[in-house]
C-alpha cells in the first residue's frame, strides 16, 4: 500500500472519509472508473465496511476514530481537491466539513445527508459545498425497476419532477428542454429550449405533475417501455373533471363505492335516506311545506307532538323521524368530534388494484413513494412504526398505510397484494427485505415483480438471479456515481443517462465577479451544451420554471442548469466566491 506521501506530494488527490456501503463504493468508482489518487479516513480497518475498503488497491488509508482537524491535515487536506464526508452520522459529516473548509478554503466538498432540511442550511455556510441524499438519489432508480424500465426516466429537483420522453408522448406545456442526442457519444448532445423541439429534437425534458390513475386509466393512456419511450405521466386533473361531467352515471357509481367504504358515511346515508322517507309520508298526508317542516324537525329533535287522533300514515312517519333522530344526533356528533380530532372526516383510504406496496417507511421509501405518488401510480406503504417519517408522507397525500410486520401474511394482504403489480421492500434490514420478498412470492408467485434493496452487492446479484422476477438493488451501488461527479464536478445534482450521453443537472450560485453575471440567458445557451431550467431570483424563496430567456443573471441569483460535460463549465468559470482573509 502506498504512504500517504505518494498521494499527496503532488496536491491533486481526493479525499473521502467514512467507513458506510457508499463511501466503499464511492472510492472504487474515484479509483476504477476515473482513476484518481484517493485518500480514505476511516475508524478502524476491522469495523463496518473497514475490511472492503482496505482491500481496495491504490488507496491510502489512515485509521483515525474521529474526523479531527489533525486527521484531515495528515490526509493532506490543505492540497487535496476535494472531500467527501459520507460517514454513517450526518452531524459528524457537517462538523468534518466545517473542519475541512477552515483548513483549505477552496476545497471542493461533497457531504452525504439524508436531512435535506439541515443540508440546504449548510451548503450556504460553506464555499464550494454540495449536499447529497443517497436515499434521493437511488430512489427513482428503485421505482423505475419495479415498473418494469431498465433505467431511471425521471428526476426529482427542487420540487419538480423531471422525466425524459419522446416529443409526441407528452402534453403541450410540460415541455421545458428538447434533446437531439446522437448514437455517437464523440458527438456532443444539443439542447434547446421548448419552442424548438418539433424541429431539432426527438426527444424532450418534461415536468410531470402527481395526478394518480388506476389501471382502467392507465389502459386508456398507455404506459410506454423504457426502451422506446418513458411512461406517460400527465394525468389531467381538469379532464378528469369534464369526464365525469361528461358521464354522471360513472360518477354516482363512483359516489356510492366511496360511501361504501366509509362506515361513518354510510350510516349517515341510510338515516338521511330514513328521514327523507318520513317528511315524503308527511307531505302525503296533506301537510303543507312549513307544516311539514315543523312536525318533521320536531320529531327529528325528540319533541314529538303526540296525537292518537292521527292518521296511521302520520304515525309512521313521526315514528321514523323520532327514532331516525336518535340514531342520527349521535352519528353527526362523532363526524363533527372525529373532524376536529384528526382534521379529516373521510377514513382510512383503502388498497385498490393495479397499485405498488412500497415496505419501509425510512428516508428511502419516502421518496420512493414520493417518486410513485409524482408518477401517477397508486401506492400503499407498510410499517412497523406507526411514527415513522414515511406514514406520515403517506397520509398527508391520502395513501393507505397498513402497521405490522411485512414478513407477515396478514400485512400483506391488508395491502392488497393479490391486486398490486410490484411491490418495493426497502427496510434497512437485508433479513426483513429478504423475507419479505419471499413471503410475497408465495402468495403470488411470479406474477409479483418484486424490488428489493440488499446492503451486500454479491447477496443481490444472487437473488436476482436465483429468484424469478426480483430485481435486487443497493442505494450505495446506485448513488455512488452521482457523489463521484459532484468531487469532479461542481455542484451536480443529477446526472440523466440518454443513450450513450450523460446529461448533468447543476444547482449554480452566481457569485460576484463570476463570468455569467451580466449575460442574458440566451447568450449563455446559444452553443446548445446547457440549458437554463429554472431561476431564482436573489431574495425569492421559489425557482421560476420557465424564466425569460433575455433574463441578466446577477449575483447572488440561483439556477438550475442542464448542461452536457462542455456546457457546464461555461456555468462554472470564473464562478468561486472570493476568499475571506481572517
Not at 473548509?101 to 440546504?120: K, S, T
Not at 456555468?571 to 481572517?582: D, W
Request: charged letters at 20%; glycine letters at 10%.
Amino acid at each position: 500500500m502506498p504512504a500517504p506521501s505518494a498521494h499527496l506530494s503532488s496536491g491533486n488527490h481526493l479525499i473521502v472519509c467514512g467507513d458506510t456501503p457508499l463511501a466503499y463504493r464511492l472510492i472504487r468508482e474515484l479509483t476504477h472508473r476515473y482513476h484518481e489518487s484517493v485518500v480514505v479516513i476511516i475508524p478502524g480497518r476491522l469495523q463496518s465496511n473497514g475490511p472492503r475498503i482496505a482491500a481496495i488497491s491504490g488507496i491510502t488509508v489512515l485509521e483515525r476514530a474521529e474526523l479531527t482537524s489533525a486527521a484531515l491535515r495528515e490526509a493532506g487536506v490543505a492540497t487535496a481537491r476535494a472531500a467527501a464526508m459520507v460517514g454513517w452520522d450526518d452531524l459528524a459529516n457537517f462538523h468534518a466539513a466545517l473542519r475541512a473548509q477552515e483548513l483549505n478554503p477552496e476545497l471542493r466538498i461533497v457531504v452525504g445527508a439524508d436531512n435535506r432540511r439541515l443540508g440546504d442550511h449548510i451548503t450556504g455556510l460553506l464555499r464550494d459545498c454540495t449536499v447529497l441524499s443517497s436515499s434521493q438519489l437511488a430512489g427513482p432508480a428503485l421505482v423505475a425497476a419495479a415498473l418494469g424500465e431498465i433505467a431511471p426516466s425521471h428526476v426529482r429537483v427542487t420540487g419538480q419532477t423531471l422525466y425524459v420522453a419522446g416529443r409526441a408522448n407528452v402534453p403541450v406545456g410540460h415541455v421545458i428542454c428538447g434533446l437531439a442526442v446522437s448514437d455517437d457519444p464523440d458527438i456532443a448532445a444539443q439542447l434547446v429550449g421548448p419552442d424548438d423541439v418539433h424541429g431539432d429534437a426527438d426527444l424532450v425534458l418534461a415536468v410531470a405533475d402527481g395526478t394518480p390513475r388506476d389501471v382502467a386509466a392507465r389502459e386508456r393512456h398507455p404506459v410506454l417501455a423504457a426502451r422506446d419511450a418513458i411512461r406517460e405521466v400527465t394525468a389531467s386533473t381538469v379532464r378528469l373533471a369534464r369526464w365525469a361531467r361528461r358521464h354522471p352515471r360513472s360518477a354516482l357509481r363512483g359516489l356510492v363505492r366511496q360511501l361504501a367504504r366509509n362506515k361513518f358515511a354510510a350510516i349517515f346515508a341510510v338515516l338521511l335516506a330514513v328521514a327523507i322517507s318520513g317528511f315524503i309520508l308527511l307531505a302525503s298526508a296533506g301537510y303543507d311545506a312549513g307544516n311539514m317542516a315543523y312536525l318533521g324537525i320536531m320529531d327529528l329533535t325528540g319533541s314529538a307532538l303526540t296525537n292518537t287522533s292521527d292518521h296511521g300514515t302520520e304515525k309512521v312517519a313521526q315514528v321514523l323521524l323520532t327514532a331516525d333522530g336518535m340514531a342520527l344526533l349521535p352519528v353527526v356528533t362523532a363526524l363533527i368530534v372525529g373532524a376536529r380530532l384528526t382534521g379529516r372526516i373521510r377514513g382510512e383510504p383503502k388498497p385498490g388494484d393495479g397499485h405498488v406496496i412500497v415496505v419501509g417507511g425510512g428516508e428511502v421509501g419516502v421518496r420512493v413513494l414520493g417518486g410513485l405518488y409524482d408518477l401517477g401510480f397508486h401506492a400503499v406503504l407498510i410499517d412497523q412504526d406507526p411514527n415513522a417519517r414515511g406514514v406520515a408522507f403517506a397520509r398527508n397525500h391520502r395513501l393507505p398505510v397498513v402497521i405490522g410486520d411485512s414478513c407477515d401474511e396478514k400485512p400483506l394482504r391488508q395491502a392488497g397484494i393479490k391486486g398490486a403489480i410490484a411491490m418495493i421492500s426497502v427496510t434497512n434490514n437485508d433479513i426483513v427485505n429478504l423475507e419479505t420478498a419471499l413471503q410475497a412470492r408465495a402468495m403470488r408467485g411470479e406474477e409479483l415483480r418484486v424490488v428489493l434493496r440488499l446492503f451486500d452487492d454479491d447477496l443481490a446479484g444472487r437473488v436476482q438471479r436465483t429468484v424469478g422476477n426480483v430485481v435486487s438493488r443497493s442505494v450505495s451501488y446506485l448513488a455512488a456515481p452521482t457523489f463521484a461527479a459532484a468531487m469532479l464536478e461542481h455542484k451536480v445534482l443529477r446526472t440523466i443517462a440518454v443513450g450513450r450521453h450523460v446529461l448533468l443537472i447543476a444547482d449554480v450560485r452566481v457569485e460576484p465577479g463570476a463570468g455569467v453575471a451580466g449575460q442574458t440567458l440566451a447568450v449563455l445557451e446559444r452553443d446548445r451544451l446547457a440549458r437554463v431550467l429554472a431561476l431564482q431570483s436573489r431574495g425569492e424563496l421559489r425557482y421560476d420554471w420557465s424564466p425569460r430567456r433575455s433574463r441578466h443573471l446577477e449575483a447572488g441569483d440561483r439556477i438550475i442548469v442542464l448542461a452536457t460535460r462542455a456546457g457546464l463549465s461555461t456555468f462554472l468559470a470564473g464562478n468561486r466566491p472570493p476568499v475571506t482573509s481572517a
